[in-house]
T-cell receptor
Framework: SQQGEEDPQALSIQEGENATMNCSYK?????LQWYRQNSGRGLVHLIL?????REKHSGRLRVTLDTSKKSSSLLITASRAADTASYFC???????????FGAGTRLTVKP | EAGVVQSPRYKIIEKKQPVAFWCNPI?????LYWYRQNLGQGPELLIR????????DSQLPKDRFSAERLKGVDSTLKIQPAELGDSAVYLC?????????????FGQGTRLTVV
């Protein structure tokens, strides 16, 4: 069963624009991770944010976490065509320490 | 440092045949996961190991799937017999779990096609 749920399911933007993806989850977590997956390729780790953190940055990526709302967002600034991929959130459950994924957001960045 | 290594990358078998996947996690990582990913969907957890112990295999279809992790390092996932619906990408990931869990890193996966 899935834990996280990404929103939107698909997002199409122009190069240079910002992209925001959201993740909602149901149970208390230890941490939340964001991954990128290019078509037919493996999952690439982007950022891990712990339950006691509210925001983290990595290059053009900014992740926020609101544990009261059980939600996280991933912001990609100044997007590039190479950012075209599927993005997944994965939650590490406090209840059983399992890491479970949502269905992902498919981002298309048009040059 | 080598990442998570999986083999084979691709496998095509006829239904009712057995198949096995192998995973070598990142050195020192005590937590190992197996996931199944269908086209257009997120990875679905099959089993998680902490060292040699399978601590959550509730999503593993035990009538045909089995897994083992010898000496708490490499792991194999087996399907016997395979069904058409087992066609998917099988992903292995590892992380280090101590007081807190580190990032989980994935292998390239094994794409299984059952015909």
């Amino acid at each position: 069963s899935q834990q996280g749920e990404e929103d939107p399911q698909a997002l199409s933007i122009q190069e240079g624009e910002n992209a925001t993806m959201n993740c909602s989850y149901k149970t208390s977590i230890n941490n939340l991770q964001w991954y990128r997956q290019n078509s037919g390729r493996g999952l690439v780790h982007l950022i891990l944010i712990r339950s006691n953190e509210r925001e983290k940055h990595s290059g053009r990526l900014r992740v926020t976490l609101d544990t009261s709302k059980k939600s996280s967002s991933l912001l990609i600034t100044a997007s590039r065509a190479a950012d075209t991929a599927s993005y997944f959130c994965a939650t590490d459950s406090q209840r059983n320490n399992d890491m479970r994924f949502g269905a992902g957001t498919r981002l298309t960045v048009k040059p | 440092e080598a990442g998570v290594v999986q083999s084979p990358r691709y496998k095509i078998i006829e239904k009712k045949q057995p198949v096995a996947f192998w995973c070598n996690p990142i050195s020192g990582h005590n937590t190992l996961y197996w996931y199944r990913q269908n086209l257009g969907q997120g990875p679905e957890l099959l089993i998680r190991y902490e060292n040699e112990e399978a601590v959550d295999d509730s999503q593993l279809p035990k009538d045909r799937f089995s897994a083992e992790r010898l000496k708490g390092v490499d792991s194999t996932l087996k399907i016997q017999p395979a069904e058409l619906g087992d066609s998917a990408v099988y992903l292995c990931a590892s992380s280090l779990t101590g007081r807190a869990r580190t990032e989980a890193f994935f292998g390239q996966g094994t794409r299984l096609t059952v015909v």
